[in-house]
């Protein structure tokens, strides 16, 4: 019977004919339309008041997944990090009010190292804004300062060509998160929806081309090279430029270091990679950054943690060639002599070309005299530690890992010691492998990291290297891991201490170990237990390497398994370039 | 050095607020900020006046670049440009001191544009620093209330900031 005011459709006419074109739409079907006209495949989110228009229709549909996490904290990170290792642009959902307040660390973490992520945020109703409503909260206000762009969407008319802007911007150019965010009355209000192929945006123009004069500048500056060295960051494996990096450091023969967010953006067992460079970088690549004459920077921004004291870094003469799509990031802490904007990837390819129809050639003997100063160098063994400890090295296990995913596997870390050594002892060969926090440093990532990388690539190995007091920070996530049977393999270098501290302390403190010890841990191989997972606690060095081999093996496959590795208390990372101190001031483990 | 930027940004909610934002984060100066719709009602005109070292400038015109609903950046100090400030001035005006009021504000081009038995209050345009002389030459005792609304500015001749 059909009720009055209803339409009568003709027999074989269905629901989903309508459903395709020109049919209005309620706010909250645009915002699920658009991510899947968008093929996202994963939203991580958290329902609360205001989004539940929006999850009555994720309800009813099935282009894309959504994960419940236990923590919005937990559900940006892990669109994070699909995002870091697929390259596609993460999907985080959150209510209004404390759901935005949880998610600002996630957003503040993508948007220091360029991640593309785009964050639907619930808001309380339009005539409820700024009336301190119940669970109001000025998202765009309290977001702005760690995003690359945010909407609050007023008008229902607004909404698909917004949802279409926030994929762009957070996309293209330097990528960022984007938040938009929707009043509930928005999610109800109607309107005509078509989502839009693409939209113009007069004041977003991002340079992806390369300046040609500066290109062929740089060219001849590479070829005048006696001390040449190429230093990449996280710009190369945010561009997918690890490839056309490969065939230029090959086609010139020139060392390559790689930053913490840079890793595998060129291969680490390659012979011209002299490893990390930084604070906690090799011996051979801080010194190679020193006293280079000339510099070839990709997709990489002179941080602090990179090159230490810029005034020291200074002192030595040397030219340099600086590469990066933000020119915002061009001579902000370090002058460069050729700066080029645009897309790595763009420039990398166009430098290959001129090298190749070059006449000259690299200086032969320069260089190879320039290698064999780095051959010493890199002799001084500076990652060496103490095989024969009968307490279990983090090292060991770091390295025991490479050997048994055989370099393959996708590795997330926390942040702090054990980080460091991640970034040391797991060799990455392949770019998207790593993920990490490298520039706000947000302990917690580890295991949200994990779980988003796991959902992109369910047949993957992924390890999450963590400590014990990271873990504590999203551990609720354990809860999440078993109801979508993510099967990460969590390895837990457990000093009782937060270690990164502790080392600052030693050093800089006169050993007070003001609040960094851990006490009172849970027992984790229980705790791991009680949330239905396999836990394993690992006491002695002989044991660490079967552990690994059992947790990746094909019996605990499916399987999530936390082991807990007792390891040195006092161990430190080394070397190490103390704060303010310069590039080639480092601490070596031998000398302490 | 002092450094007088424009720029056009999308005029849309909290578009002030981006550029304000931009500037406490980063800890530049700013020494004053206008900002108003432009004959196009969808653009608003900046004008930011700020001090820094050649380095800062840089950043500052960069990142102000970066933010998305910008569209165009002008450093002003760059080239030849007009600056011009509008200022409100209420100032005592009795006695012998009502007189000499008068004079001071027509050497400075000023008009007085209310009255009462005691008080003027005076309009007056031009740079910064000749605001800045007219205050210096009358006694401080007879200002009752000053506003300034910060520069605005605009390149000689052919040069213009428009989209």
Same mark, same amino acid.
């Given at each position: 019977?059909?009720?009055?005011?209803?339409?009568?459709?003709?027999?074989?006419?269905?629901?989903?004919?309508?459903?395709?074109?020109?049919?209005?739409?309620?706010?909250?079907?645009?915002?699920?339309?658009?991510?899947?006209?968008?093929?996202?495949?994963?939203?991580?989110?958290?329902?609360?008041?205001?989004?539940?228009?929006?999850?009555?229709?994720?309800?009813?549909?099935?282009?894309?997944?959504?994960?419940?996490?236990?923590?919005?904290?937990?559900?940006?990170?892990?669109?994070?990090?699909?995002?870091?290792?697929?390259?596609?642009?993460?999907?985080?959902?959150?209510?209004?009010?404390?759901?935005?307040?949880?998610?600002?660390?996630?957003?503040?973490?993508?948007?220091?190292?360029?991640?593309?992520?785009?964050?639907?945020?619930?808001?309380?109703?339009?005539?409820?804004?700024?009336?301190?409503?119940?669970?109001?909260?000025?998202?765009?206000?309290?977001?702005?300062?760690?995003?690359?762009?945010?909407?609050?969407?007023?008008?229902?008319?607004?909404?698909?060509?917004?949802?279409?802007?926030?994929?762009?911007?957070?996309?293209?150019?330097?990528?960022?998160?984007?938040?938009?965010?929707?009043?509930?009355?928005?999610?109800?209000?109607?309107?005509?929806?078509?989502?839009?192929?693409?939209?113009?945006?007069?004041?977003?123009?991002?340079?992806?081309?390369?300046?040609?004069?500066?290109?062929?500048?740089?060219?001849?500056?590479?070829?005048?090279?006696?001390?040449?060295?190429?230093?990449?960051?996280?710009?190369?494996?945010?561009?997918?430029?690890?490839?056309?990096?490969?065939?230029?450091?090959?086609?010139?023969?020139?060392?390559?270091?790689?930053?913490?967010?840079?890793?595998?953006?060129?291969?680490?067992?390659?012979?011209?990679?002299?490893?990390?460079?930084?604070?906690?970088?090799?011996?051979?690549?801080?010194?190679?950054?020193?006293?280079?004459?000339?510099?070839?920077?990709?997709?990489?921004?002179?941080?602090?943690?990179?090159?230490?004291?810029?005034?020291?870094?200074?002192?030595?003469?040397?030219?340099?060639?600086?590469?990066?799509?933000?020119?915002?990031?061009?001579?902000?802490?370090?002058?460069?002599?050729?700066?080029?904007?645009?897309?790595?990837?763009?420039?990398?390819?166009?430098?290959?070309?001129?090298?190749?129809?070059?006449?000259?050639?690299?200086?032969?003997?320069?260089?190879?005299?320039?290698?064999?100063?780095?051959?010493?160098?890199?002799?001084?063994?500076?990652?060496?530690?103490?095989?024969?400890?009968?307490?279990?090295?983090?090292?060991?296990?770091?390295?025991?890992?490479?050997?048994?995913?055989?370099?393959?596997?996708?590795?997330?870390?926390?942040?702090?010691?054990?980080?460091?050594?991640?970034?040391?002892?797991?060799?990455?060969?392949?770019?998207?492998?790593?993920?990490?926090?490298?520039?706000?440093?947000?302990?917690?990532?580890?295991?949200?990291?994990?779980?988003?990388?796991?959902?992109?690539?369910?047949?993957?190995?992924?390890?999450?290297?963590?400590?014990?007091?990271?873990?504590?920070?999203?551990?609720?996530?354990?809860?999440?891991?078993?109801?979508?049977?993510?099967?990460?393999?969590?390895?837990?270098?457990?000093?009782?201490?937060?270690?990164?501290?502790?080392?600052?302390?030693?050093?800089?403190?006169?050993?007070?170990?003001?609040?960094?010890?851990?006490?009172?841990?849970?027992?984790?191989?229980?705790?791991?237990?009680?949330?239905?997972?396999?836990?394993?606690?690992?006491?002695?060095?002989?044991?660490?390497?079967?552990?690994?081999?059992?947790?990746?093996?094909?019996?605990?496959?499916?399987?999530?398994?936390?082991?807990?590795?007792?390891?040195?208390?006092?161990?430190?990372?080394?070397?190490?370039?103390?704060?303010?101190?310069?590039?080639?001031?480092?601490?070596?483990?031998?000398?302490? | 050095?002092?450094?007088?930027?424009?720029?056009?940004?999308?005029?849309?909610?909290?578009?002030?607020?981006?550029?304000?934002?931009?500037?406490?984060?980063?800890?530049?100066?700013?020494?004053?900020?206008?900002?108003?719709?432009?004959?196009?009602?969808?653009?608003?005109?900046?004008?930011?006046?700020?001090?820094?070292?050649?380095?800062?400038?840089?950043?500052?015109?960069?990142?102000?670049?970066?933010?998305?609903?910008? !569209?165009?950046?002008?450093?002003? &100090?760059?080239?030849?440009? $007009?600056? =011009?400030?509008?200022?409100? *001035? +209420? %100032?005592?005006?009795?006695?012998?001191?009502?007189?000499?009021?008068?004079?001071?504000?027509?050497?400075?081009?000023?008009?007085?544009?209310?009255?009462?038995?005691?008080?003027?209050?005076?309009?007056?345009?031009?740079?910064?620093?000749?605001?800045?002389?007219?205050?210096?030459?009358?006694?401080?005792?007879? !200002?009752?209330?000053?506003?300034? &609304?910060?520069?605005?500015? $605009?390149? =000689?001749?052919?040069?213009? *900031? +428009? %989209?």
């Amino acid at each position: 019977m059909t009720g009055v005011g209803q339409t009568d459709y003709p027999p074989g006419f269905t629901n989903d004919l309508i459903y395709c074109q020109f049919m209005e739409a309620t706010g909250a079907e645009i915002v699920v339309r658009s991510l899947a006209e968008e093929g996202v495949e994963f939203v991580f989110g958290y329902p609360g008041g205001a989004v539940l228009n929006i999850y009555d229709e994720i309800f009813k549909q099935d282009k894309f997944k959504h994960v419940l996490v236990r923590h919005e904290q937990a559900a940006v990170h892990a669109a994070d990090a699909y995002a870091r290792a697929t390259g596609r642009v993460g999907v985080a959902l959150v209510t209004s009010g404390p759901g935005v307040t949880n998610a600002v660390t996630g957003i503040a973490t993508a948007y220091m190292d360029s991640i593309p992520i785009v964050v639907v945020t619930g808001q309380v109703p339009t005539p409820a804004i700024g009336m301190d409503a119940f669970q109001e909260v000025d998202t765009v206000g309290i977001t702005r300062p760690c995003v690359k762009h945010n909407f609050l969407v007023k008008d229902v008319k607004d909404l698909a060509a917004t949802m279409k802007k926030a994929f762009i911007i957070a996309a293209t150019g330097r990528p960022g998160p984007v938040v938009v965010d929707v009043p509930k009355d928005v999610t109800y209000h109607t309107t005509d929806f078509e989502y839009p192929a693409t939209v113009e945006m007069r004041s977003y123009n991002p340079v992806v081309k390369g300046h040609s004069g500066q290109l062929k500048r740089a060219v001849q500056m590479l070829l005048e090279a006696k001390r040449p060295m190429i230093y990449t960051g996280g710009g190369v494996v945010l561009g997918n430029a690890a490839a056309q990096l490969v065939e230029v450091a090959r086609l010139l023969g020139f060392p390559v270091t790689n930053t913490l967010m840079g890793l595998g953006g060129y291969p680490a067992t390659d012979r011209q990679n002299l490893g990390m460079l930084g604070m906690h970088g090799t011996y051979e690549a801080n010194m190679a950054m020193q006293h280079c004459d000339v510099l070839l920077a990709v997709g990489a921004r002179f941080d602090d943690r990179v090159i230490g004291n810029p005034a020291h870094f200074a002192r030595e003469q040397r030219r340099i060639i600086h590469v990066d799509i933000d020119p915002s990031s061009i001579s902000k802490r370090v002058k460069v002599d050729v700066p080029i904007v645009g897309d790595v990837k763009n420039v990398l390819t166009e430098m290959l070309t001129l090298l190749k129809q070059a006449k000259d050639r690299p200086d032969a003997e320069a260089l190879t005299a320039w290698w064999t100063q780095i051959e010493l160098w890199r002799s001084k063994n500076c990652l060496k530690y103490n095989k024969q400890s009968p307490i279990i090295k983090p090292q060991y296990v770091v390295e025991k890992l490479w050997e048994v995913t055989k370099g393959e596997a996708y590795v997330t870390s926390d942040v702090g010691q054990h980080q460091m050594w991640a970034a040391q002892y797991y060799k990455f060969d392949q770019p998207r492998r790593w993920i990490n926090s490298g520039g706000l440093g947000t302990m917690g990532v580890g295991l949200p990291y994990a779980m988003g990388v796991q959902l992109a690539f369910p047949d993957a190995q992924v390890a999450c290297i963590t400590g014990e007091s990271s873990i504590q920070m999203n551990i609720q996530e354990l809860s999440t891991c078993k109801q979508y049977r993510i099967p990460v393999k969590v390895l837990t270098l457990n000093n009782r201490y937060m270690g990164m501290v502790r080392q600052w302390q030693e050093f800089f403190y006169g050993s007070r170990y003001a609040e960094s010890y851990m006490e009172s841990l849970p027992d984790f191989v229980k705790l791991a237990e009680a949330y239905g997972h396999v836990g394993m606690k690992i006491e002695k060095p002989e044991d660490v390497e079967a552990a690994i081999r059992e947790a990746f093996s094909p019996a605990l496959k499916e399987r999530m398994v936390f082991m807990d590795f007792q390891t040195d208390q006092t161990e430190n990372v080394f070397p190490m370039v103390e704060g303010g101190k310069g590039l080639s001031e480092m601490i070596l483990a031998e000398e302490l | 050095m002092r450094h007088i930027i424009s720029l056009l940004m999308e005029n849309e909610a909290g578009a002030l607020s981006r550029v304000a934002g931009l500037f406490s984060a980063r800890a530049y100066n700013i020494e004053s900020l206008t900002v108003a719709p432009t004959e196009d009602a969808t653009l608003s005109r900046m004008t930011i006046v700020t001090t820094g070292s050649e380095d800062v400038i840089e950043q500052i015109t960069k990142q102000l670049n970066k933010l998305v609903d910008v !569209i165009k950046v002008m450093d002003l &100090t760059e080239g030849r440009h $007009i600056e =011009r400030e509008l200022m409100l *001035l +209420k %100032v005592k005006a009795v006695g012998a001191g009502r007189e000499e009021m008068k004079r001071t504000a027509d050497i400075f081009r000023g008009r007085i544009i209310d009255v009462t038995d005691s008080t003027y209050t005076i309009e007056l345009t031009g740079t910064g620093s000749k605001l800045d002389a007219f205050l210096e030459a009358i006694d401080p005792a007879f !200002i009752i209330e000053t506003v300034r &609304t910060g520069a605005s500015g $605009i390149g =000689r001749g052919e040069r213009s *900031l +428009k %989209v």
